[in-house]
């Protein structure tokens, strides 16, 4: 996953002598049915059908230390089964908030995936990776 201006910024800025940098205490995985962009535009989440985001507390127990620039999840993070169509899901992301809040971190998927009713959408441990590109 590639961070966008909302992490960029601030952490240049914090590098560079400006601004002290907090990270959010949890990070909110999220779904897109469109294109997000760097500037933490553009993102579509599916609506009801038990669609909700999916807490990752932002500590050791959730994530690996970075090795060469890159983060990964320590255990599988799973969203609730769908109870209908969640449409064709093309990004996830990462969010400062369960709902609303900034795109903080998104990628898009290998290959779009129609989420119909009784789907579980999952990703294994290491199958997300979060860098600063």
Request: charged share 5%.
């Amino acid at each position: 996953m590639s961070a966008t201006n909302y992490v960029k910024n601030p952490l240049l800025d914090y590098c560079f002598g400006s601004t002290l940098y907090t990270p959010p205490a949890s990070y909110w995985l999220g779904l897109s049915t469109t294109t997000i962009y760097a500037a933490g535009s553009g993102a579509t989440e599916p609506v009801g059908y038990g669609y909700a985001r999916v807490e990752m507390p932002n500590d050791k127990a959730t994530f690996y230390n970075a090795v060469s620039g890159c983060v990964l999840n320590v255990g599988a993070v799973t969203f609730a089964i769908s109870s209908g169509s969640w449409g064709t899901v093309s990004y996830a992301f990462l969010s400062s908030a369960s709902a609303s809040g900034s795109v903080l971190y998104f990628t898009q998927l290998p290959t779009s995936k129609v989420i119909q009713d009784a789907t579980v959408v999952s990703y294994s441990a290491c199958a997300l990776a979060f860098s600063i590109t």
